[in-house]
């Protein structure tokens, strides 16, 4: 697709969803929605990609999603697997180890990257799909919704108005829905009326990107925090070729004075050691590290996702994890709507799963920012001693998702995998070999250790056709069908650690349920119908599937 096409599509062009941003989030459901046949627009007011790191951790699940959005491969070129991360004292006293060993959906649990490379990768993917229409450069300046649509007004952003730009008028666009992932400071969210709960604690901190150019940099590929009351900072790689400093501003400093690359080099000189000898820096800015939430993702057709709906600090590593993880729950469910097999219903389990767990991983990243960041000495003393003793309380275990689309049992508990990202073995099939998702597709799986169907209804295999689930059984008769050789055994690893012999897993990946005896499998798709919200053909056909639900609209 030419940059023609993707900059001035057909004016009061009619689309099934809007995307306002173009970064994480908005990049994964762009690609989703796009690969998936949907007419897709994306508002975007930079007028070309970033082209350098914010996001520098994902992990493993979310490079499954960035598998299933484009070249992983070419996205993962300089990563680096990260197997610890170091909270430290002042006097460099271990306090804190985060165990980050191990493989997670086919991949490393969690890997240094560098962002130009993630994004680069699924642009390239969604810049092949005609139905895609991308205005870079442009920027969503008024909103409307209605009950079958929204309307969005759009001109060129100021610091785009080029030659071809400059005589542009503002432009009206309408979409069945509209997702707004354009950032914490979100026109989509202000523009809905919403609302955000502050959690407090901001902290400014210096962001030093570099380039690696000696073989100093090999002493910071161990991300390391220094909770030092004087002034907190760190170090940690940005995938295998780059470094990033941080240096924590006290209060009453001018950002103005720390983002001159001059008093970065002085930091770097006078606590590392080192100097332009050793780094190329690649970008000096302050950020303000902040903790908020919308007080709803989902206002009729408009929908939010990313740092629009939930801003957190960066000590997980997890902000843009969960945005692209928003991005695919979201794509997922617009699909299943827009093409009518299931009820708009089906959008409020969005927030419903979405929410809990990005609260969850907002807590945890709450909790490790006031401990980096507790500048009294005293109580700082007192932080050190708790973790010596082991009486500070433990972190709590990474959420996975418990509400909305996941089966529970009888009883209203939650099985151990039901939840979880699903594993993704290497695998050969009809003479194919590779990851998982390459093989045999992407979307909704039921793996099971033997043939599933003969415990399986005419009407439940019905609906799993209708759904586009892949049925995959591990074995080594290749002449099941849906049979897969796995290659390193990672799936079925998993299954007996588990003790079941089958699972249905969602196309983010989640595990919707699980059963130890195939005999239960055939409840288990009936209630994925029900949690589905489905629409039996006479709906489909028949009546409009997209209203919003009263409770939302």
């Not at 400093?245 to 000189?269: H, K, Q, S, T, Y």
Request: proline content about 5%.
């Amino acid at each position: 697709m030419s940059q023609q096409q993707n900059s001035t599509p057909a004016v009061d062009a009619h689309y099934d969803v809007a995307v306002i941003g173009y970064g994480p989030t908005g990049l994964v459901a762009a690609s989703l929605l796009g690969q998936a046949g949907y007419k897709v627009v994306v508002v975007e007011r930079w007028p070309s990609m970033y082209g350098l790191p914010r996001l520098t951790h994902i992990d493993g699940e979310v490079a499954r999603i960035v598998q299933a959005c484009g070249d992983v491969d070419q996205a993962m070129r300089d990563s680096l697997p990260l197997h610890t991360y170091h909270y430290v004292n002042a006097e460099g006293e271990l306090l804190l180890e985060l165990h980050w060993k191990g493989k997670q959906c086919g991949y490393m649990a969690h890997n240094s990257i560098y962002q130009p490379d993630i994004e680069d990768a699924i642009h390239g993917r969604v810049a092949t799909l005609a139905n895609v229409h991308l205005f870079r450069g442009w920027e969503a300046v008024a909103l409307e919704q209605s009950a079958d649509r929204v309307v969005c007004t759009i001109q060129p952003t100021d610091s785009s108005k080029n030659t071809a730009q400059i005589a542009e008028a503002p432009r009206q666009l309408t979409a069945r829905y509209l997702l707004g992932a354009d950032g914490a400071n979100s026109f989509v969210r202000t523009a809905s009326d919403i609302e955000r709960n502050d959690y407090g604690h901001k902290h400014r901190w210096l962001n030093l990107d570099s380039e690696n150019l000696s073989e100093a940099a090999a002493r910071f590929k161990l991300l390391t925090i220094f909770c030092d009351p004087a002034r907190g900072h760190m170090y940690m790689p940005i995938g295998d070729n780059r470094t990033r400093f941080e240096v924590r501003l006290l209060e009453g400093e001018n950002i103005e004075d720390w983002e001159d690359p001059a008093r970065g080099w002085r930091w770097l000189e006078e606590k590392y050691g080192v100097g332009p000898k050793d780094f190329k820096f690649l970008r000096n800015v302050v950020y303000t590290f902040q903790t908020r939430m919308a007080e709803r993702w989902r206002k009729g057709r408009v929908l939010l996702g990313g740092d629009a709906a939930h801003a957190m600090m960066p000590y997980m590593g997890q902000g843009a994890c969960s945005g692209m993880r928003d991005g695919i729950n979201l794509a997922w469910k617009l699909d299943l709507v827009l093409s009518g097999r299931a009820s708009a219903a089906l959008l409020d389990s969005y927030e419903a799963e979405r929410r809990p767990h990005a609260q969850g991983i907002m807590e945890m990243s709450l909790f490790l920012g006031q401990v980096t960041n507790e500048d009294d000495p005293k109580k700082a003393a007192a932080r050190d001693e708790a973790f010596r003793s082991g009486s500070m309380p433990p972190m709590p275990a990474f959420p996975r998702l418990e509400h909305g689309v996941i089966h529970r049992e009888a009883d209203g508990g939650l099985l151990p995998s039901s939840g979880l990202p699903g594993p993704q073995s290497r695998v050969r099939c009809a003479g194919i070999e590779g990851r998982l998702d390459d093989v045999v597709g992407h979307g909704f799986l039921l793996v099971a250790q033997q043939d599933p169907r003969p415990f399986l209804g005419s009407g439940q295999q019905a609906f799993l056709t209708q759904l586009g689930c892949r049925i995959v059984v591990l074995g080594q008769d290749e002449q099941v069908p849906g049979a897969v050789i796995e290659l390193d055994g990672e799936m079925s690893g998993f299954m007996a650690a588990q003790g079941i012999q089958a699972y249905i897993a969602r196309p983010d990946f989640a595990i919707f349920g699980s059963v130890s005896r195939l005999e239960a499998l055939a409840p288990l798709v009936d209630d994925l119908r029900l949690k589905l919200h489905w629409l039996e053909e006479r709906g489909r056909n028949g009546t409009r599937t997209d209203q919003p639900t009263e409770q939302t609209a």
